[in-house]
């Protein structure tokens, strides 16, 4: 189609050398194919032309000064990049990778994936490319405070909230929002992923985890199957594959893998979750010091992964559950698990599968859960933190919970119905991208040009 290869030119010139978010514009207009052509609405709006622009992107100086007196410069960003549907809403990433490629491709995901909650909140990301590791408490303040510092005067409580990601956790959140508080003399829900000493919500840590997982079974009921005695490759060792692997255990799985930047571990008789608990959460460390405590396990490091794609994609599953990073899922990663009879993917992460990765898991017609769908129980959990905070309410574990589950079946269902609708039952990273895309586009089109 000469609108994806035109679209795509247009963006070289205009935004170069975004590479990421190429590969996210294509593979969400690849797929709109068919509702591009039977509705000539959204090309007389120019939809396509303005959904692929940001409506703002800030990016700025973030001074700060480090233990050792000395005076460090990192980049911040904040891309809002879409309020057709309510406030901007997306994370902060804190990564060394971190650049205005990354945060575009996670910004325009993010329109789709929250459109497809059904809940109120336009698409945005944010982040610095700020390495937290190996920092101390104080540096990560300072360097907090200072990315405050300028972002305070963008956001707020209805119109940009932004939550965690990559390396921006409770602690992280805590200092950004002491700093907004002290700059604006504001008490408001203008971050989520927040303590729940001071406004956040339960289960919130747990969401996106969770959510993926329940995304999983809801697949794997429709082909008359439960997750109950599967085994389960989990990627990441952070927040998303931490409680992936909870919930896992929960309903009778058995994870058998995590991986961090260093390495992969191979448990056969299963992750301990206690001890990847302690390494991860409280003592911060890399994952090899799973063996001081497991020496039966196997630990795979980067340097021993295969040349064309990662070591725990080559371990025979059932399942698996990419929760680390973006292309972490390459072609023959793709081709090994579906040789070795893995029967559905359920994407934590953001676009972990690359481009051919995708076409071959299609191809295969395995579950396949792309991650704006999948992962999409962390968002849904931040707005229903919004919406405690809007109305000083606290909800149970288990009511949050119970929501959860009801805005991942929603997301399935939708998401499943499109893909049916247009006549491709296992596509769905076409029902995904369509029942985003029809949502924004049309609240996009009632707001007239804006
Ligand atoms: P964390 O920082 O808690 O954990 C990230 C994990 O992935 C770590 O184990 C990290 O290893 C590993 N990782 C990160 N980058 C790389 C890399 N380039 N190569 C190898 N390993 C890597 O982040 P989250 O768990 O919050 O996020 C994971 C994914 O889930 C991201 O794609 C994020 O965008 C997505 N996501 C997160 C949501 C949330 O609520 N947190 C919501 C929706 C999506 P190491 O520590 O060694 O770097």
Redesign the pocket.
Known sequence: MTYIHDTILKLQKTSPAQAEFYQAVEEVLDSLRPVLESNEKYQRHAIIERIVEPERQIMFRVPWVDDQGNVQVNKGYRVEFNSALGPYKG?L?F?P?VNASIIKF?GFEQIFKNALTGLPLGGGKGGANFDP?GKSDSEIMRFCQSFMNELYRHIGPTTDVP???????AREIGYLFGQYKRLTGNYDGVLT?KSLLWGGSLVRKE??GYGCVYFAQYLLEDKGETLAGKTCLV????????YTIEKLYQLGACPVTC????GTIYHAKGINLETLKEL?EVRKV??NAYLEVHPEAQFIA?NDYPSDGHAVWRISGNLAFP????N?LTKADAEALIANGCMAISE?????STQNAVEIILKAKIGYGP?KAA??G??STSQLEMAQNASMQCWSFEEVDEKLKVIMANIYKSTRDTAVEFGEPHNLVLGANIAGFRKVADAMIEQGIV
């Open positions: 994370g990433r990564h990778s996670l590791k939550a965690g990601d990559i390396g921006v956790g992923g969401a996106t990627s990441g060792a952070g927040n998303v594959a931490i991986s961090d930047s260093s991860k890399k994952l980067v929760c680390a990073t973006q972490e934590g992460a953001n676009m972990p991650g992962n999409a962390g968002v």
